[in-house]
């Protein structure tokens, strides 16, 4: 692999965790909510209330559940990674956080290609 424009990279898919996470504490909340409305109601505690402290104990415990399965998935996705060769490609514009402090010129403006454009005037605007 002499060719400097040639590479090879690793591709796998990957779950995003948190969003397992955040499904994982949606259920525990849900789970919560369903524990306290199909147990018998106890006069001390007010039916919110143990809504309330059930979620806080349940959608951290389904967070956690969900985020280790979403690791074992990553790990799974992981042992099926393939190597591919990929090629460089060049092209004339470069990426917004590619910019060097030498080219920026205090007070000058960037040109035409780089310049956003204005979007088409409304009916509202006096122009």
Known sequence: M????????????APKV??????GAVLGALIAIVAVNVTPPDATVPKIQAIG??????APVGALVVGVFALVL???????ARTVEVELIESG???????????????Q???AADR???PAPSADDPR
Not at 2 to 13: F, K, L
Not at 74 to 80: G, S, T
Request: hydrophobic share 40%; net charge positive; no cysteine.
């Open 2 to 13: 002499s060719d400097p424009q040639r590479r090879s990279v690793r591709v796998r898919r």
């Open 18 to 23: 948190g969003v397992f996470l955040l499904i």
């Open 53 to 58: 402290f059930l979620i806080l104990l349940l």
């Open 74 to 80: 990553d790990r799974i996705a992981e042992r099926r």
């Open 93 to 107: 514009r470069r990426a917004p956080d590619d910019v060097r402090p030498e080219d920026a010129v205090a007070g």
């Open 109 to 111: 403006e960037p040109p």
């Open 116 to 118: 956003p454009v204005d």
